[in-house]
């Protein structure tokens, strides 16, 4: 998971990028870079740390041109402290190319092989999103004939990276002395969005980015989400062109980012994050109805923030007081994507602390969006006997995560995950709980797609059924063998 934008503008867009990577910070914590192009020269910023760490008064005034793009990265391939593996990332020729990515590769194995053999092409770190650029690179070479670039060629070799590459990918990418262009992989696992605005002289102004708030906070209008396997090119006279790429689309969106990754505030394929979560709420509820014991609750209360909206409508559902019994030290980042388990644990009890007056002799519900490895939920839970708790019950408002998820979250190893392996009860006393409840798969599904079109969700890191097709149980011990050593 990571968060990225790309903007044409008639003015500078060194401010605008770096406002709208302030927006996604919550996609990313461990590093961020911005590109701009001034014709045809690129000037590039990356650093580690988060977006207000890393650019300094000097960084932004040599970000020139009226065309760019910015990441945030949270890490799912690559070393997490090596500068080198921070986006964007830049290929000479053809042009000159500069990419962002949002998402996983799970061919990386073969690409690599074929850029190096095939290609000829060398790749200077272990980051997917370099292979992709280099993939996108070379098929785009191939179709070249003179220097100009029409927008044709473009979608061709957009055409010919879906069929060379597998995962989850939404990308942003400037082509130097041409355009923007964005485009998304076939199922459309990890959201991208287009907005426009209007000039005062009348021209447009476009913008591509992971998440609709990027688009309001700057007064765009949403024109739509690039749809699964779309290319979008915008010229740097702002003129925007699209085409459908893949050969069979489908829409499957990542359920994650509904449950804990994107912001309340956003819209993804339709679908309201802040009323997803509503509704898991609500379904949640009526499963904590039918399996937790009468009067083994006196109130709920969540973990700030994510699980605010589901806990909010469980405790209405059920008649029971909501309280806010956890206070969130907001300058420490969400310890889920934090790179390593080490971290987590250190950053749990920096990020929440317990106000006994909430706790004491009560039987509490807590509710939280997800539990993944565990780690932050044993210290909650412990953090809430501490406080003088009565009962514990713990309830999520997504189903066990029992298989890695290889789309763009670091779940890589099953080994990591509480309830791989484990029932409920087990689950339960590994937590220190006196109960566990999780929401039904069915129900998560139905909480999100409700009132839309939408048919599938990618739910594979609660179900095992991968929707690429392409991955295998021995590619997923090759993942959890490659994190371990």
């Known amino acids: 998971m990571c968060g990225i934008v790309g903007i044409v503008s008639t003015e500078p867009v060194n401010q605008q990028v770096y406002d709208s990577l302030l927006l996604l910070q919550h996609r990313g914590q461990d590093s961020t870079g ?4 001034d014709g045809p ?78 290609d000829r092409r060398h790749v200077n770190s272990t980051s997917d999103t370099e292979m992709l650029l ?58 991208l969005i287009l907005g426009r605005r209007s000039t005062a002289a009348g021209k447009d102004e476009w913008i591509v980015a ?52 994107a912001r309340p505030d956003s819209v993804m394929n339709g679908i309201s ?26 109130v709920v209360m969540p973990i700030p923030d994510s699980s605010r909206p589901s806990a909010m409508q469980v405790a209405q559902k059920l008649g029971i007081e909501y309280r806010e019994g956890f206070y969130k030290n907001r300058y420490v980042g969400r310890t889920f994507i934090m790179p390593g388990q080490s971290e987590r644990k250190r950053s749990v009890r920096q990020k929440l602390n317990a106000m006994g007056t909430e706790f004491r002799g009560k039987n509490i519900l807590i509710v939280d969006d997800s539990i993944v490895r565990g780690t932050t939920s044993q210290q909650i839970v412990q953090m809430a006997r501490d406080a003088g708790a009565n009962k514990v019950t713990f309830a999520s408002a997504a189903p066990p995560v029992r298989f890695p998820h290889v ?66 149980e021995e590619y997923l011990s090759w993942v959890e063998q490659t994190q371990l050593s």
């Open 41 to 118: 020269v690129f000037h590039m910023a990356k650093a580690r740390g988060q977006v207000r760490e890393a650019f300094r008064t000097r960084d932004m005034r040599s970000l020139m041109g009226n065309i760019g793009l910015g990441h945030v990265r949270y890490t799912t391939k690559g070393a997490a402290e090596r500068e080198e593996e921070a986006q964007p990332f830049y290929v000479n020729a053809p042009y000159g190319i500069i990419l962002v990515h949002n998402g996983n590769l799970t061919n990386t194995r073969e690409l690599s092989e074929d850029l190096f053999r095939i």
């Open 210 to 261: 992971s998440e609709s708030l990027v688009l309001e906070n700057g007064d765009y209008e949403i024109v739509r989400d690039v749809e699964p396997g779309e290319a979008i090119f915008i010229t740097l006279d702002g003129e925007m062109i699209s085409k459908q790429c893949a050969r069979n689309p489908r829409l499957v969106p990542c359920s994650f980012e509904y449950v804990y990754l």
């Open 273 to 298: 994050v802040y009323e997803s979560r509503l509704r898991m709420g609500d379904r949640l509820a009526d499963t904590i109805a039918r399996h937790m014991p009468l009067g083994d609750a006196d």
């Open 34 to 37: 911005i590109a701009t192009a």
């Open 407 to 472: 789309y763009g979250i670091n779940m890589p190893s099953r080994q990591e995950l509480i309830a791989h392996g484990r029932k409920i009860p087990e689950i339960a006393a590994e937590l220190g709980a006196d109960h566990m409840i999780y929401q039904e798969v069915a129900d998560l599904q139905a909480a999100i797609t409700e009132g839309t079109s939408i048919e599938s969700l990618d739910l594979s890191c609660f179900t095992g059924d991968y929707v690429t097709g392409t991955v295998t």
């Open 134 to 191: 280099n993939v996108l690179a070379t098929e785009l070479q191939g179709q070249i004939t003179g220097f100009d670039l029409d927008p044709d060629q473009v979608f061709t070799a957009v055409e010919q990276v879906h069929e060379r590459v597998e995962g989850s990918y939404a990308v942003i990418a400037l082509i130097a002395g041409h355009g923007l262009l964005a485009f998304r992989d076939p199922f459309g696992i990890r959201p």
